[in-house]
């Protein structure tokens, strides 16, 4: 990922950038159904990795290696 992550202070409405480079590693999950009884963040937990997707590392992105 190459990007900018803007950050507004106050009134600043122009922000000041920040380079946000990174490399993110994703994998393919496996996405059992929560028990009946489960609790709020154990619902939150699953709704979330339903996609089937996890983020599982970020690191700066190495260029010209």
């Known amino acids: 990922m190459v ?10 409405q122009v922000g000041k950038a920040i380079a946000f480079n990174k490399t ?7 996405t059992p159904s929560p028990p009946s009884n489960s609790s709020n963040i154990q619902r939150t937990a699953y709704s979330v990795r339903k ?3 996890e983020v599982y590392k ?3 992105l ?3 290696k």
């Open 24 to 30: 993110v590693f994703v994998r393919a999950i496996d």
């Open 3 to 12: 990007a900018n992550l803007i950050v507004f202070q106050g009134s600043n």
């Open 62 to 64: 190495e260029i010209g």
């Open 51 to 53: 996609a089937g997707l």
């Open 58 to 60: 970020i690191q700066d």
